[in-house]
Antibody
Framework: EVHLVESGGGSVQPGGSLRLSCAASGFTFSSYGTTWVRQAPGKGLEWVSAISSSGVSTYYADSVKGRFTISRDNSKNTLYLQMNSLRAEDTAVYHC???????????????WGQGTLVTVSS | EIVMTQSPATLSVSPGEGATLSCRASQSIRSFLAWYQQKPGQAPRLLIYGASTRATGTPARFSGSGSGTDFTLTISSLQSEDFALYYCQQYDRWPITFGQGTRLEIK
């Protein structure tokens, strides 16, 4: 069974930094692209960033480009999101998700973690 | 970026009845559309991909249709566990974008 468990969330002041982690198990992590999707309190889903299975290709939403960096360590089955220059509008639950097993380079997501809450406030 | 617009924002339906949720893309996304269900305090769950293919474990009462810019998620004979939030997502082009969601509530 696929498990994705996020950690690293917390409270931080505007301008601060956090590093989120997502520990994966139950599948061959190195074979699947993965993503971060966030959800502000009471709001909808917002895609943040994605990374290919090898880590060579990365993708970002305009709202986080230049501030967030996605990476992965396939030897540790772990996905990361380094978040710098945090703003109040980055406050959200951050979910990691696994790209579906379709054999194609299509990024829709068949397994999700429960998320970790990031609060940016002074 | 491709803007995904879902309607209605809230849909009130009685158990046992059917429901139709809509999702429109600001430009053609071919059939690269997924639907997710989210219940309070839970992670989203993939229901439909490729606009019309049910994901593993999705009950047959859920069906998806459409291509290009207009898509529909139809739920026949609503069960109590179907009352939730539903999101569409396009994956034709970067950046990936989600619709704002439709809340399906008990009438």
């Amino acid at each position: 069974e696929v498990h994705l468990v996020e950690s690293g969330g917390g409270s931080v002041q505007p301008g601060g930094s956090l590093r989120l982690s997502c520990a994966a198990s139950g599948f061959t992590f190195s074979s699947y692209g993965t993503t971060w999707v966030r959800q502000a309190p009471g709001k909808g889903l917002e895609w943040v960033s994605a990374i290919s299975s090898s880590g060579v290709s990365t993708y970002y939403a305009d709202s986080v480009k230049g501030r967030f960096t996605i990476s992965r360590d396939n030897s540790k089955n772990t996905l990361y999101l380094q978040m710098n220059s945090l703003r109040a509008e980055d406050t959200a639950v951050y979910h990691c998700a696994k790209k579906a097993d379709d054999g194609l380079n299509l990024y829709y997501f068949d397994s999700w973690g429960q998320g970790t809450l990031v609060t940016v406030s002074s | 970026e491709i803007v995904m617009t879902q309607s209605p924002a809230t849909l009130s339906v009685s158990p046992g009845e059917g429901a139709t949720l809509s999702c429109r893309a600001s430009q053609s996304i071919r059939s690269f559309l997924a639907w997710y269900q989210q219940k309070p305090g839970q992670a989203p769950r993939l229901l439909i991909y490729g606009a019309s293919t049910r994901a593993t474990g999705t009950p047959a009462r859920f069906s998806g249709s459409g291509s290009g810019t207009d898509f529909t998620l139809t739920i026949s004979s609503l069960q109590s566990e179907d009352f939730a939030l539903y999101y569409c997502q396009q994956y034709d082009r970067w950046p990936i974008t989600f619709g704002q969601g439709t809340r399906l509530e008990i009438k």
